[in-house]
């Protein structure tokens, strides 16, 4: 019995040694080194799908980044533009109402040089005098903000952009908007801010002017177009990104903000456009009362000196005239632009 098992065990034995002596190990690596790059190269090819995909992807808002910046860019010159414009014809009103206060002021010495001139006159022309006063007493705040604003302009935190801007300002600008959109539209007083907040509110107070960058400048993001002007207009959320993450997690965000950035600045073009529109009827009321006073008195400057009593009616009727457009003009000394909100365009 022990040798049957023994035989068969051997016979077993002798035939596994026999087919493992028929195996070509060589072939047999050979091809699963095959499988193995096989399946390497489907991994390889599955990863460089995945990696055209990102750069695709990247590319992809990057470009849309970089429209949005060339949309901003647009948006920001065109309110530059459109500001800039506004900011010449109120330079122009201020100019026109300037020589105003001089016309009237030969106007008066004129009724006054006429004897026995009606009481009636004397009551016009404090009237006069006090819309003359408020216009004077708004430029010289002008004046002292900007000053102010001078002064603190070197402030820690400032900006040496906006700084700058504050420090070479024209006493003119700071007059002409004071005059137009008057001192009650300014706020806290630039005069009771320190540095940066003081630099920032008289750019502000001036509706941002071109849109100025402080600080490290548009780059480093600090750009300044929060502009709450003088009407208080404002840009909702308007600060340049500090920089460009192309990543899918932040595609809507940036987009979001840039898009944001876009639509503020358009909507503030368009209120200085409204702005303008009412600086440039203000200017033509000015310039035709004007021009009307000055033929007025030219008209008149053979009563100087004379008594009135002693006038011909169609003199006294002059003098009525030329009274009656002094005040006229008085009174569009103190005129200020009015805002119109959203609500006044929705009714």
């Known amino acids: 019995m022990s040798d049957k098992k023994k035989l068969t065990f051997n016979t077993i034995k002798a035939a596994a040694v026999k087919g493992a002596a028929s195996i070509d190990l060589e072939k047999a690596k050979d091809k699963a080194k095959g499988f193995a790059v096989k399946a390497g190269g489907a991994i390889s090819d599955k ?14 808002i990057a470009d849309k980044l970089t429209e949005l910046d060339r949309m901003l860019e647009s948006s920001v010159t065109e309110y530059n533009d459109t500001f800039t414009l506004m900011s010449d014809k109120g ?7 300037s020589r105003a206060v001089d016309t009237i002021g030969f106007v008066e010495g004129l009724v006054n040089s006429i004897a026995n001139h009606p009481k009636a006159f004397d009551a016009e022309f404090e009237e006069i005098h006090s819309e003359r006063d408020c216009f004077l007493n708004t430029c ?5 903000e900007l000053q102010a604003a001078r002064a603190a302009a070197g402030g820690a935190g400032a900006g040496l ?27 806290t007083a630039i005069s009771t801010l320190s540095g940066a907040a003081a630099t920032n509110a008289a750019l502000a107070w001036l509706g ?14 600090s750009a300044l177009l929060a ?6 207009w404002t840009i909702a959320g308007a600060t340049l990104l ?34 303008d529109a009412q600086i440039d009827q203000m200017l033509r009321e000015t310039i035709a009362v004007r021009t009307g006073l000055n033929n007025a008195y030219s008209q008149c400057l053979g009563e100087y000196g004379q008594d009135y009593q002693k006038l011909t009616d169609e003199q006294k009727m002059s003098l009525g005239t030329l009274v009656n457009l002094t005040k006229t003009l008085s009174a569009l000394l103190v005129k ?12």
């Open 91 to 97: 330079v122009q009103l201020f100019t026109e109402r």
């Open 336 to 347: 200020t632009i009015v805002e119109h909100t959203e609500e006044d365009h929705a009714g």
């Open 161 to 187: 952009a906006a700084g700058a801007s504050v420090a070479f300002m024209a006493p003119t600008a700071a007059m002409w908007v004071a005059t137009t959109f008057g001192t009650a539209s300014t706020g």
């Open 47 to 60: 990863a460089g799908e995945i990696k055209g995909s990102a750069l695709a992807l990247k590319d992809d």
């Open 242 to 275: 500090t920089s460009i993450l192309l990543f899918t997690a932040k595609k809507t965000k940036l987009n979001k903000q840039k898009n944001e950035e876009i639509e503020s600045v358009k909507r503030n073009t368009e209120k200085v456009r409204e702005m």
């Open 227 to 232: 502009m709450a002007g003088p009407i208080g």
């Open 208 to 221: 941002g002017g071109a849109v100025a960058a402080g600080g490290g400048g548009m780059t480093a993001g």
């Open 140 to 144: 010289d705040f002008g004046r002292r």
